[in-house]
């Protein structure tokens, strides 16, 4: 339905609507990113685990799978990351710039664009932006995604080689 349209009803639609639905994709797209940052930090996590709890080296096990990651913020995680992971430069920047769009979406995204929103070119504006951002979160996601096949890669590969761990 067009901006400026009314519906069966009679209601105006005027496109915020719309807007909301954009951005809401954009959210669920920046919580899979961090949802991927966590899946990688936990299989590292277990990985290491395992390799500690195998080695003479007991006393120094601290249990990193075991980390509740969902109390941290996005920041904190791709930090994590950063500090337990080779990050090519072209990875980090876009990490880095996943994270600044989250933080810039879910604090003060409308009330930075409230002018926009009320009119049908600045709501359509802000549906660019958000589809934008939204494709920008999923590339970090396909980016994070390959980390995490490398690590339950490695993770089945040193469960399989231990028959202790079968």
Do not use: C, W
């Given at each position: 339905?067009p901006?400026?349209s009314?519906?069966?009803?009679?209601?105006l639609?005027d496109?915020?609507?719309?807007?909301?639905?954009?951005?809401g994709a954009?959210?669920?797209?920046?919580q899979?990113?961090?949802?991927?940052?966590?899946l990688?930090?936990?299989?590292?996590?277990?990985?290491?685990?395992i390799?500690?709890a195998?080695?003479?080296e007991?006393?120094?096990f601290?249990?990193?799978?075991?980390?509740d990651?969902?109390r941290m913020?996005l920041?904190?995680l791709?930090?994590?990351l950063r500090g337990?992971f080779y990050?090519?430069n072209?990875?980090?920047?876009q990490?880095?710039?996943?994270?600044?769009?989250?933080?810039?979406?879910m604090h003060?995204?409308?009330?930075?664009?409230a002018a926009?929103l009320?009119t049908?070119?600045?709501k359509?504006e802000?549906i660019?932006?958000?589809?934008t951002a939204?494709?920008?979160?999923f590339?970090?996601?396909?980016?994070?995604?390959l980390f995490?096949?490398?690590?339950?890669?490695?993770?089945l590969?040193?469960?399989?080689?231990?028959?202790?761990?079968q």
């Amino acid at each position: 339905m067009p901006i400026g349209s009314k519906s069966e009803t009679g209601t105006l639609f005027d496109g915020r609507d719309l807007v909301y639905a954009h951005f809401g994709a954009a959210a669920f797209a920046a919580q899979v990113f961090e949802q991927n940052i966590i899946l990688v930090l936990k299989l590292r996590g277990r990985i290491e685990d395992i390799k500690v709890a195998m080695s003479d080296e007991i006393q120094t096990f601290n249990a990193r799978g075991q980390i509740d990651y969902r109390r941290m913020t996005l920041g904190k995680l791709v930090n994590l990351l950063r500090g337990r992971f080779y990050l090519e430069n072209s990875v980090a920047i876009q990490f880095a710039d996943a994270l600044k769009l989250r933080n810039e979406l879910m604090h003060g995204y409308f009330s930075r664009n409230a002018a926009r929103l009320q009119t049908a070119d600045g709501k359509n504006e802000m549906i660019l932006e958000l589809d934008t951002a939204t494709e920008t979160f999923f590339q970090a996601v396909r980016t994070a995604a390959l980390f995490a096949i490398d690590e339950g890669g490695d993770l089945l590969r040193l469960v399989d080689s231990n028959p202790d761990l079968q």
